[in-house]
């Protein structure tokens, strides 16, 4: 426990308000998300944890009427400077959906799509082994290493997410956000893709949005509770689900409220 | 009570089935009609009747040059010759009627390629006119009064007199596919038009389809939402419903008179086809776009991938086939309309081939429409024949479209 208090906040937040045209969506978040840790985002539905989610990488940004006040700094950047690109930002946030979207290319090149695009990899061989790499580190190789010239909209539905896990890593992002990952999975493979955020853990900073409380507790070493727009309590998971401060919090994760 | 309702809707359903199966049969005849009127009636146009004429060259001087020799006469002299009892002036000139004044040409350019035969006695085949030429194909009822025909007693005669002789053949109408309009019926072709048509068209493809994907590419994606966006996208919409006369209007007003455009040729009708396509590709590719799965766009958003590069890596080969079809069916559309060609001009009667987006030039529905107004009954066959072609390429542009549409196809 001790080690992972020490480590250092990679993310801040203060003061984040969003508003969609005139309604406001998030109020007041001022939220710490710690390097190599997984933090998971609870709340019910509509309390505004994906909007929070979508601000890190600036996705929000291509919604018209999505307007972002206040702080996000990453490595002590404020992604919101007028002078940031955010391409380039994105090219170092992952992004994992709700639900498994792979490009209708192959396998390979779905996975190859980031590193080509930013014009990392040079040589094929390069290419080859960072494909071979990214999808052993999303624990798909064995599964896919004989086709991998076959489209992967014709794999599983928990393979297309390991896929687009696989692609998310490919470009050697430092953080990588995933908004409800495995709410599209059958039970087996969201155990897979959960035993595959813990292995990730140790080389990304991950945020995860969940609706399952189990699975915030299962994977996650710190946890922050949204309710209507506001982050009403954030703290090591197991403080959060054993004795959280905040009733609302308690009345959540023990399943009488959401 | 509740089985009583259960019949009902079965009921209900087979009567909607039936419904349907009748809608498709009645389209299915009517089709069928169509296409076999019209072949049945352009049946006359293929074939032409020819007679095998023997022509003396032998007294023509090798000195002459040879496109100065009068070939009219010396085929004129030919058939006369076959005839040795009229002598009379006008019969002379009626009888020459029944061969197509074509002839003289023709000879002269066989001799041309073959310089060889300047000084020989050979056969050489000549078109009849239209009128001998549908005696013999039996559309001349011998059997009514002398002056409600196109062709007299004396006429009939001559023309029955050859054919006995063994002199007449009928041979498929090589005029037809490869000469241009004609006021001869049996010269005339639709070659030109098809021409022209494919000259007009390609023109139209040029700049409708590159404007048109890009002008939706960034109304869709890039164009900022506002009400001058809102205004043009109004605005695109209603052109799609503008009449194709107007267009023609436009362009003779605009290209012609403004810009002192040369009138009737592929060029300005090409602009005008872009003009009138340009809504339909617009409003096709934009629907296309929208169609492919917002998700694809987020992801590849996500990966760090530009706004131009979202588009063109991945919503615009989505939507591919989309735009092809959108597109083919605007092309398909321009080929064969005919109005706003007949206000710029493209309703002259031409008989060159057109070599250049420059060259006087019709088009295809326009030779249609100038054969339909003809009086010569020959000419009733060409129409059908024209459409038939029509129709024909009309149907290979379509396939064009389905099979792009299959090469391009993404499966999600």
């Known amino acids: 426990m001790n080690d992972q208090l020490n480590n250092k906040s990679l993310i801040q937040c203060s003061n984040v308000n969003v508003f969609y045209a005139d309604q406001q969506a998030l109020f007041d978040i001022n939220l710490d998300i710690r390097e190599n840790e997984v933090t998971s985002l609870i709340g019910p539905s509509g309390c505004g944890k994906s909007t929070f989610l979508r601000c890190i990488n ?5 919604i018209d009427i999505c307007k972002v006040e206040g702080s996000i700094s990453i490595d002590n950047q404020n992604i919101y400077d007028p002078e940031v690109d955010v391409v380039e ?19 390979y090149d779905n996975v190859a799509y980031g590193p080509k695009l930013h014009g990392r990899i040079l040589h094929q061989e390069d290419l080859d082994r960072k494909v071979q790499e990214s999808l052993e580190r999303a624990g798909l190789w064995s599964e896919v290493k004989d086709r991998l010239h076959e489209p992967g909209t014709s794999l599983s539905g928990g393979q297309q997410q390991r896929l687009c896990i696989a692609r998310a890593i490919a470009i050697d992002p430092s953080v990588i956000l995933m908004d409800e990952p495995c709410s599209a999975l059958d039970p087996i493979a969201t155990a897979k893709i959960e035993e595959l955020i813990d292995e990730l853990k140790s080389k990304y900073t991950i945020t995860i949005v969940t609706h399952s409380m189990q699975q915030a507790a299962r994977v996650s070493q710190r946890t922050a509770f949204f309710h209507l727009g506001k982050l009403i309590e954030v703290g090591d998971t197991e403080k959060i689900f054993r004795s959280p401060e905040h009733e609302q919090t308690e009345a959540y994760v023990t399943g009488r409220y959401g | 009570m509740s089985s009583n309702n259960f019949k009902k809707r079965h009921r209900a359903e087979k009567r909607f089935k039936a419904y349907g199966l009748i809608s498709l049969v009645t389209a299915a005849i009517m089709l069928i009609v169509i296409i076999g009127s019209m072949i049945y009636k352009s049946i006359p146009a293929f074939t032409n009747y020819t007679l095998d004429l023997e022509v003396n060259m032998v007294s023509q001087s090798l000195d002459t040059d040879i496109e100065e020799i009068n070939y009219r006469g010396i085929v004129r ?12 002036r006008s019969e002379k000139r009626k009888l020459s009627k029944l061969i197509s004044s074509s002839a003289g040409y023709s000879l ?3 001799i ?44 009939i005669f001559w023309l029955t007199k050859l054919q006995s002789r063994g002199r007449v053949e009928s041979k498929i109408s090589r005029n037809l596919f490869l000469n241009g309009d004609s006021r001869e019926p049996e010269v005339a072709g639709f070659y030109g038009a098809t021409i022209g048509s494919l000259i007009t068209i390609f023109v139209t493809l040029v700049l409708s389809f590159p404007i048109g994907v890009i002008t939706a590419i960034y109304l869709e994606n890039f164009a900022i939402k506002n009400r001058i966006t809102d205004f043009i996208e109004v605005n695109i919409n209603n052109l799609a419903a503008v009449p194709s006369i107007i267009f023609g209007l436009l362009g003779l007003a605009v290209f012609i008179n403004f810009f002192g455009m040369p009138r009737s040729v592929p060029l300005v009708g090409g602009l005008v086809l872009s003009l009138m396509t340009l809504p339909t590709i617009i409003i096709t590719t934009r629907s296309s776009l929208q169609s492919v799965p917002p998700s694809i766009r987020e992801a590849a958003l996500a990966m760090g991938a530009s706004e131009m590069q979202v588009v063109f890596q991945h919503l615009l080969p ?6 092809f079809t959108g597109a083919i069916i605007g092309l398909a559309r321009a080929f064969g309309e005919s109005a706003p060609l007949l206000l710029i001009g493209m309703v002259a009667f ?3 081939i057109p070599a250049s987006i420059n060259d006087p030039a019709t088009a295809l529905p326009v030779q249609i429409y100038l054969w339909a107004d003809s009086p010569e009954r020959a000419f009733v066959a060409k129409t059908s024949a024209a459409t038939l072609i029509l129709i024909g390429l009309l149907i290979v542009i379509n396939l064009v479209a389905v099979i792009l549409r299959k090469r391009y196809e993404v499966k999600w």
């Open chain 2, 350 to 352: 031409i008989v060159d």
């Open chain 1, 89 to 107: 930002l994105r090219s170092r946030i992952g992004m994992v959906f709700q639900k498994p979207n792979p490009f209708p290319k192959s396998v």
């Open chain 2, 318 to 323: 989505a939507a591919l086939p989309g735009i």
């Open chain 1, 58 to 62: 600036r996705m929000n940004d291509v």
């Open chain 2, 112 to 155: 041309i390629e073959n310089p060889t035969y300047g000084n020989k006695k050979f056969y050489f085949s000549v078109l009849f006119t239209d009128d001998s030429d549908l005696f013999y194909k039996g559309y001349v009822d011998v059997y009514l009064p002398e002056d409600e025909r196109r062709l007299d007693n004396q006429e």
């Open chain 2, 77 to 88: 002299d030919s058939f006369f010759s076959l005839f040795p009892e009229v002598q009379d």
């Open chain 2, 108 to 110: 002269r350019d066989f």
